[in-house]
């Protein structure tokens, strides 16, 4: 009746074990379905993120490319159909503006 150091009765003692075998399978669903979740969120956060440094190294290009056309000289810049100041409007809409 009870366990081998007779602190509880072996029901008790059962009882418990059952218990924490319970506790144990719950923490594991629930940590299983949080890392779910985290991992969907990581996935999320993943392509949010390579959509970010996609759009960094984009606007990185275009301001490279604002940058070189500012140091060309105003008769290049002429000859290539656009004004100083609008080379931002250029670069940004592949065109000159009208």
Same mark, same amino acid.
């Given at each position: *009746?009870? @366990?081998?150091?007779?602190? !509880?009765?072996?029901? &008790?003692?059962?009882?418990?074990?059952?218990? #924490? =075998? +319970?506790?144990?399978?719950?923490?594991?669903?629930? *940590?299983? @379905?949080?890392?779910?979740? !985290?991992?969907?969120? &990581?996935?999320?956060?993943?392509?949010?993120? #390579? =959509? +970010?440094?996609?759009?960094?190294?984009?606007?990185?290009?275009?301001?490279?490319?604002?940058?070189?056309?500012?140091? &060309?000289?105003?008769?290049?810049?002429?000859?290539?159909?656009?004004?100083?100041?609008?080379?931002?409007?250029?670069?940004?809409?592949?065109?000159?503006?009208?």
């Amino acid at each position: *009746m009870f @366990d081998r150091n007779n602190s !509880l009765p072996l029901s &008790l003692f059962l009882q418990a074990e059952r218990q #924490t =075998r +319970l506790d144990s399978l719950v923490i594991r669903t629930c *940590m299983r @379905d949080t890392m779910s979740r !985290l991992a969907e969120w &990581l996935s999320a956060l993943g392509t949010w993120g #390579t =959509r +970010l440094a996609r759009n960094l190294a984009d606007e990185w290009l275009l301001r490279s490319a604002i940058h070189e056309l500012h140091q &060309l000289d105003d008769r290049t810049l002429a000859d290539i159909g656009i004004t100083r100041c609008g080379i931002e409007y250029a670069v940004r809409h592949g065109r000159p503006h009208a």
